[in-house]
């Protein structure tokens, strides 16, 4: 099927709101070391430009999980695909996410995560689609908020394309 994208964030947006982000969490964790886990793929793109804006100490590591369902619809129910290399215990966590939806996937993985005794547990989200939230969680850091559209770019994919775009654009199907 044909799929056009029409820019929604640009690149110079999502680069100034990122540098915003970078510096509010070295503010809140001056003093500190913040470990970056990033929910892969999607939040490869996001968790690295921000901990390039971060000035606290960072240690960064990645997991993989998979909802089942189809490609554009989660259905809450999580499995972990590729889990974390080092444990959490004792560590100021912050989960780096590309978006959240209906909030199934992240509502799970925090409460997984929790269980492995970190000393803080935060969420990072580049993008936020309150409107279709099905499950309440609370996000410490949101880029944006954005209507209910699909989008892409910024490790957002379509069938796995179009991760790499370098800004959020909204797929229009023809
Ligand atoms: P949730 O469990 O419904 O919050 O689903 C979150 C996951 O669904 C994200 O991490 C994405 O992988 C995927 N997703 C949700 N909305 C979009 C979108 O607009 N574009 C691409 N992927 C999306
Ligand atoms: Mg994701």
């Not at 444990?87 to 959240?100: A, H, R, T």
């Not at 000393?119 to 944006?144: E, M, N, Q, W």
């Not at 559209?149 to 797929?171: A, E, S, W």
């Amino acid at each position: 099927m044909a799929e056009k994208v029409r820019v929604l964030l640009s690149e110079k947006e999502v680069d100034a709101r990122i540098s915003a982000i970078g510096e509010q969490i070295s503010r809140d964790y001056a003093g500190k070391q913040v470990h970056l886990v990033c929910v892969l793929k999607g939040g490869s793109f996001f968790m690295c430009e921000l901990a390039k804006r971060i000035t606290v100490p960072v240690s960064i590591d990645f997991m993989s999980v998979s909802s089942y369902g189809g490609a554009t619809k989660s259905s809450g129910v999580v499995k972990i695909v590729k889990d974390l290399d080092e444990p959490l215990k004792d560590k100021d966590v912050i989960v780096v996410e590309d978006i959240v939806d209906s909030g199934r996937t992240l509502s799970y993985l925090l409460e997984l995560l929790q269980q492995r005794g970190p000393k803080s547990l935060a969420l990072c989200t580049l993008l936020d689609k309150p409107d279709r939230r099905v499950i309440d969680v609370h996000v410490d850091y949101t880029g944006f908020e954005i209507p209910d559209k699909f989008v892409v770019g910024y490790g957002l994919d379509y069938n796995q394309r179009y991760r790499n775009l370098p800004y959020i654009g909204v797929v229009e199907l023809n």
